[in-house]
């Protein structure tokens, strides 16, 4: 549980004349100045969890470039989503030692109006702005512009954590963001974002090639218990894997409600 729900930190009104997904995340930096197919493991508690404390391979991707690149799972609905909720394993992945560099692991929600597609977020975020430590955050990137949210607390090294996102609640058109046992916006009110979802996604998104994908070929980062709401109820997100670049990284489901990434540079 959070120690405070207060906001680290905050950027609001950026606006982009081509909304990109995961943008959002390279400004907060900015503003806070050889694969191979393996049998996957299961993901469990004990052990694992003093694993992925631990892990942290430096990939040895070189040099340094700043480019943005994911690993993901996706279920394209096709028509309106109303929320995404699941644990999300905070994996300690290696981060190239610059202020610009930004790692995430997020569960997300896309809608593909016109000028989009656009999202919502929330998850865990890591980046030397933010102190090297991984903290839970929300962001969006809408038809009006763009809003992050990152809380002043800190996640463990390997620990599982609840995160939800709902749309059209508590009324239509609203959404609402929780993050182990907070909620945004916390009066209990919702934020109208200007569009709807039909695509839901867990995913891994890491700022520069140097730095680490989370999770490893032996030790893949999980995505746990992950539901998505349409047709009238909850229902296990299935879907398939994917990456930008299928020689660095891997995005995949291991069944109906589990998802994992991995570095295919590294094992752990």
């Keep these: 549980m959070f120690s405070r729900p207060h906001l680290y930190f905050q950027l609001r009104g950026w606006v982009r004349s081509t909304p990109a997904r995961g943008s959002v995340l390279g400004?907060?930096?900015?503003?806070?100045?050889?694969?191979?197919?393996?049998?996957?493991?299961?993901?469990?508690?004990?052990?694992?969890?003093?694993?992925?404390?631990?892990?942290?391979?430096?990939?040895?991707?070189?040099?340094?470039?700043?480019?943005?690149?994911?690993?993901?799972?996706?279920?394209?609905?096709?028509?309106?989503?109303?929320?995404?909720?699941?644990?999300?394993?905070?994996?300690?992945p290696f981060l190239y030692p610059t202020g610009a560099d930004t790692t995430t692991e997020a569960q997300e929600l896309r809608g593909?109006?016109?000028?989009?597609?656009?999202?919502?977020?929330?998850?865990?975020?890591?980046?030397?702005?933010?102190?090297?430590?991984?903290?839970?955050?929300?962001?969006?990137?809408?038809?009006?512009?763009?809003?992050?949210?990152?809380?002043?607390?800190?996640?463990?090294?390997g620990g599982t954590y609840p995160f939800k996102i709902y749309y059209n609640n508590p009324s239509s058109g609203d959404w609402r963001f929780y993050a182990d046992g907070y909620w945004y916006p916390a009066n209990g009110e919702g934020v109208n974002l200007g569009f709807s979802p039909s695509d839901g996604r867990v995913e891994g998104i890491t700022e520069d090639t140097d730095s680490q994908m989370p999770g490893g070929y032996l030790s893949p980062a999980y995505f746990t218990g992950t539901h998505l709401y349409y047709s009238g109820g909850w229902n296990d997100m299935g879907g398939s894997g994917g990456t930008t670049n299928g020689n660095w990284y891997t995005g995949g489901v291991s069944n109906s409600t589990q998802e994992y990434t991995y570095d295919n540079y590294c094992p752990y």
């Excluded at 694969?35 to 070189?62: D, E, H, I, K, Y």
């Design 27 to 92: 400004v907060l930096a900015t503003a806070l100045a050889v694969g191979s197919t393996f049998a996957l493991p299961v993901a469990t508690g004990g052990a694992l969890g003093s694993l992925l404390a631990s892990a942290s391979c430096n990939p040895g991707r070189n040099p340094s470039n700043g480019v943005q690149n994911e690993a993901y799972a996706y279920h394209n609905v096709g028509y309106t989503v109303g929320g995404i909720y699941g644990n999300i394993v905070v994996y300690h």
């Design 112 to 157: 593909f109006e016109s000028g989009g597609p656009y999202f919502a977020q929330s998850g865990w975020i890591e980046s030397y702005a933010t102190g090297s430590v991984a903290r839970p955050y929300f962001n969006w990137q809408s038809p009006d512009g763009s809003y992050l949210g990152v809380y002043d607390t800190t996640l463990s090294w």
